[in-house]
């Protein structure tokens, strides 16, 4: 692996994509990962922000909330799987006005410290939302990545994030994914083309 970021430095960041109950809360998730795998990203998100925090890092929480059907709708591919048994099947029933899949998990949020974007609409956390202009006003340029769903939103993340010369970093163990099959995939993805990929403890170490 080619030498890593330098995790100590003033310009490093959180953030962590998607931690939301419409994931990760089993009793109301309209896309859920497996209960044990949300237990398990729960808790290696927990310890990484703990030690972010301790170490004054920023913690920034991107999530997915739209305004409407309409407005989910209007990507073809979603529109194409919608009521299907793709896994993402319920995209249209996601992250509505008023849904209980809108409040982050309370495990990973610590609302006197971390900022938190609630515009995404897309898989890429950077398109039409503030947290180009949050990372960049406050001289942020390393971030560790964590969050769901490793082949899609942390994948397209990672990838805008990296042609937007960032140096990315997602944290293995505080990203899965509802396809499981392709996590280690997209993980391999982005080693080879768009950023590193470390374990929590290797973070948390560097941190």
Partial sequence: MSVLPD????????VTIDL??????PAV????????????????????L????????????????????KEIASNPWWAAVADTDATRGNVLRHQLPGSPGLELMPEILDE??????RTKKRYD???ATELDHLLRSRGLRTL?????????CVLATTVSGNVKDYAMVVVDGAVDTMDPQLHESALALIRQAFGWVITVKEAVTAL
């Fill in 7 to 14: 995790l100590a430095a003033g310009d490093v960041a959180v």
């Fill in 20 to 25: 939301h109950r419409g994931h990760l809360d």
């Fill in 29 to 48: 998730a309209t896309m859920p990962l497996p209960a044990d795998v949300c237990r398990r990203v729960l808790a290696a998100n927990a310890e990484l």
């Fill in 50 to 69: 703990a030690a972010a925090r301790n170490r004054g890092i920023p913690v920034v929480h991107v999530m997915t909330a739209y305004n409407g059907i």
């Fill in 112 to 117: 006197t410290y971390d900022l938190v974007v």
């Fill in 125 to 127: 956390c950077f398109h």
């Fill in 144 to 152: 560790l990545v964590t969050g769901v769903n490793t082949n899609s």
